[in-house]
């Protein structure tokens, strides 16, 4: 049983880091759902 199991997850990313769409993925092979993702600049 994962921890992001039937859970509903908001994933903001960076730009200079890891982005949203991996930390998506990542998610989604866990068990959740992504309900919003977005990949921001924090400059």
């Not at 908001?10 to 092979?29: L, Y």
Request: some cysteine.
């Amino acid at each position: 049983m994962s921890i992001l199991a039937d859970k509903k997850v908001v994933v903001i990313g960076d730009r200079d880091g890891v982005p949203g769409e991996a930390i998506s993925a990542c998610v989604e092979t866990a068990g959740g759902e992504v309900v919003f993702s977005s990949t921001e600049c924090f400059v």
